[in-house]
Each structure stands twice: as C-alpha cells, then as structure tokens.
C-alpha cells in the first residue's frame, strides 16, 4: 500500500497533468508543506500520532506564513512542535526557499534604488504573480541586496598593469543640508587585456584622505603590478597616487588637457585652433617628436599669449608618459575617457531621476549595483580592451 506522501505526489502530479502550469502555485504549495511535515516527523523521530520512546516531542499543529516565491505569492502551513528541550523546530527547508527566492528579492532592491517607486515596483513584481511590496519587503529586498554588493566591493583582486581612476560628484542630503558626494572609482585591466571595475566609494570629499584610502583599500585587497595610471589632475589624487602608487609611471588625461588649454587660451581665435595642435602632439610619432613638437608650440605663444604658453610648458608634459607605451595600447590609454564613457555616463544616467540621494549609503548601493552589472558584463564577454602580444606583464 503506498505511503501517504506518495499518494499526495500522486494526486498533485495528475494536478499538473489535468491544468498545466497554472496550477504550479498549488503544486508548489503542497509540495512544501508536505517537505516540511516530512522535516517535523523527522526531527521528533516518530511519524504523525506514532508512540515510541525514542519520539523527542510532539506535533503541535501549524501555522500559516506567506512567502514570497517566483511561482507567485504563496501560503504554507509551517508545522509546530511542543514538549522538545533544546533547539525550536524550523523547517530547513523553509529556509532554503528563502534563499532560493534570493533573485526575487534582489530584483526589487534593484528597482528600488533605481528610482523606481514602491508602487511601480509593486506592479512589476504583480506581474510575477506577487503580492503588493510592504516597505518592511523593500527594506528586507535592499538589505540583501547591500550584502551581495558589500562581497563585490571587497573580493580579491591580483594584478592589473594598467588602472584608469576618475570620479564624479553626486548631490547627498547630509544633516538636513544637500552636499556634493565624490564617487570614486577604478578600472583595471588585467594580464588578459580584459578591462575590471576594480572598486567604487562615495564620501563627502574628494580630498587626499579619501583617495589616499580607496587606493590603500585596493592594494589591501591584493591589487599589484601596476606599472602605468591614467586619471585627470582631480584634487588630492596626485598626492594619494604617489604615496601608494610610487612605481606607477602617471599619464594626465589628454582630453582634458585640451579642455584646460582652451580655458586658458585668451581669445576666441586661439581657442579654435589650440584642440588641433595639441592633437598633432599627440599624435606624434614619438616621444622625441612630441617634445619638439610641444617645444615649438610653446615658442610660438611666447610673445601672443605668454600665460598660456607657461601652462602648456609646465603642464602637457604630463601627458606624454603614454609614449613609453607600446604604440598598440597608446591609443587606448591616452586619456581615461574610457572610464568616462563605460562608467560615468552610466551612472549619470542611471541617477538622472533621482537627483538627491537621502544618504551616502544610498548613493553608494546604486552606484555599486550599475558598477557591478558593467564589471560583469566584462568578465563574461571574449572581447580583450588590449592585447599584449606576449610581452612580458
């Protein structure tokens, strides 16, 4: 004679046959309550109504709980226990449905510090088959969600030859009062020639400090080997860079340089043509034929504009480093628009909607979540950002 289970399995697997999947919400219910009565007999020693002296407790009826699952909203019957010394009784298997409803969760945080509201994540999610989002679900959703990207911020990382560095500012309520955010972040790329977000922060300064320290976290997480930097001239990174990064050669973004040199240019004519004689530098063929060609330029802004032509001479050198660079990677590495592109753009459009974060956790939740999406996107594509044609890395 077949066991009870066995005949509910039966009876719901002919369920399935007669409706389908629509009635996977049911199946899925009995299934576990039936797993977890299954756990109750088991952790008491004895089946339902059985006396033996080994039984170490008795049943004690059930209680309803919702649970939220990827088949839908769903209410399970959680068996209960009485007369057992030592642990409570809780179904394992109650706790491994939790976990499997992991994505779930993460997908509503996800949408939450996207700027979607509660009520239109809560029309999304009832298109799934759940219920309406409490804001206890949100909070719990979010706080899952700051766990897997608290692991990503501080994996391991290895060695990365080349890092670009950049940051953008974010608006932060503080103490009652709107301030300016720094958002610091990293990309690496490694001995592949694969590009890797590398890390991110965000705190109410962009000052050496805050440099000083998300560097100093990067190589306390295992960053080396980095022999080449490529970041714009942001306040305190200079100081931060050769006090952690000593060995690194430094390159100053050339797009930025133009865009300083114009700003510096006197008027309207030089304005015009100083973009295409510095991408004639740029372009050189060499070190040495950048240098004469940046001696020559100077020269001849000596009489015209002679302030502008003591900051080119004191500061475009500082973007000629890429030509110690193999010449396949000079192009790639020039300039850390690569990170302003892949990354900031990204960010800035992700937080349009959002424009005053309540809070420096907040902020760094979003930007991590649209970091850590790109950095996966990178690791799994067979696209190489260089190649080192066996060099020696």
């Known amino acids: 004679m077949p066991e009870p289970q066995d005949r509910t399995v039966a009876a719901l697997m002919e369920q399935l046959i007669s409706y389908g999947p629509e009635s996977m919400a049911q199946v899925f219910t009995k299934l576990f309550d039936l797993a977890m009565r299954l756990e109750r007999e088991q952790f008491l020693e004895a089946d339902l109504y059985q006396r033996t002296p080994e039984r170490r407790g008795y049943a004690n009826g059930y209680k309803a709980k919702k649970l939220d699952t990827p088949a839908?909203?769903?209410?399970?019957?959680?068996?209960?226990?009485?007369?057992?010394?030592?642990?409570?009784?809780?179904?394992?298997?109650?706790?491994?449905?939790?976990?499997?409803?992991?994505?779930?969760?993460?997908?509503?945080?996800?949408?939450?510090?996207?700027?979607?509201?509660?009520?239109?994540?809560?029309?999304?999610?009832?298109?799934?088959?759940?219920?309406?989002?409490?804001?206890?679900?949100?909070?719990?959703?979010?706080?899952?969600?700051?766990?897997?990207?608290?692991?990503?911020?501080?994996?391991?990382?290895?060695?990365?030859?080349?890092?670009?560095?950049?940051?953008?500012?974010?608006?932060?309520?503080q103490?009652?009062?709107?301030?300016?955010?720094?958002?610091?972040?990293?990309?690496?790329?490694?001995?592949?020639?694969?590009?890797?977000?590398?890390?991110?922060?965000?705190?109410?300064s962009e000052a050496e400090v805050h440099?000083?320290?998300?560097?100093?976290?990067?190589?306390?997480?295992?960053?080396?080997?980095?022999?080449?930097?490529?970041?714009?001239?942001?306040?305190?990174?200079?100081?931060?860079?050769?006090?952690?990064?000593?060995?690194?050669?430094?390159?100053?973004?050339?797009?930025?340089?133009?865009?300083?040199?114009?700003?510096?240019?006197?008027?309207?004519?030089?304005?015009?043509?100083?973009?295409?004689?510095?991408?004639?530098?740029?372009?050189?063929d060499s070190l040495d034929e950048a240098k004469d060609l940046l001696e020559r330029l100077v020269e001849s802004y000596a009489t015209t504009a002679p302030d502008l032509a003591k900051w080119l001479e004191a500061n475009i050198p500082e973007g000629l480093a890429v030509f110690t660079l193999p010449e396949a990677h000079r192009r790639r590495l020039r300039t850390s628009n690569p990170i302003e592109r892949a990354v900031q753009q990204e960010i800035k459009r992700r937080t349009a909607k959002i424009r005053v974060f309540p809070s420096q956790k907040s902020l760094l939740r979003l930007v991590s979540a649209v970091l850590a999406e790109i950095d996966d996107e990178w690791a799994t594509t067979d696209r190489r950002y260089i190649t080192w044609e066996n060099q020696d890395v």
Not at 175 to 203: C, F, N, Q, T, Y
Not at 259 to 270: D, G
């Open 72 to 173: 839908g909203t769903i209410t399970l019957n959680v068996p209960k226990t009485k007369g057992h010394e030592g642990e409570p009784f809780y179904p394992q298997s109650l706790e491994r449905g939790r976990r499997s409803c992991r994505a779930v969760m993460l997908a509503v945080a996800e949408m939450y510090v996207k700027g979607v509201s509660t009520r239109d994540a809560a029309k999304v999610m009832a298109e799934l088959g759940l219920e309406s989002l409490s804001s206890s679900q949100v909070s719990r959703a979010a706080a899952l969600l700051d766990e897997e990207l608290e692991a990503w911020r501080t994996r391991e990382l290895g060695t990365f030859p080349y890092l670009m560095l950049d940051a953008r500012y974010e608006k932060v309520r």
């Open 175 to 204: 103490g009652g009062v709107v301030r300016d955010a720094a958002v610091l972040s990293a990309i690496g790329i490694d001995k592949e020639g694969k590009r890797r977000i590398l890390g991110v922060s965000a705190k109410l």
């Open 211 to 284: 440099w000083r320290d998300f560097l100093d976290n990067l190589v306390a997480r295992g960053l080396r080997g980095v022999t080449f930097v490529v970041s714009d001239d942001h306040g305190g990174l200079n100081a931060a860079r050769k006090a952690v990064l000593s060995g690194a050669v430094w390159q100053r973004c050339q797009f930025h340089l133009a865009q300083n040199a114009i700003h510096h240019a006197p008027n309207r004519a030089i304005k015009k043509r100083i973009g295409a004689e510095l991408r004639r530098i740029w372009n050189a």
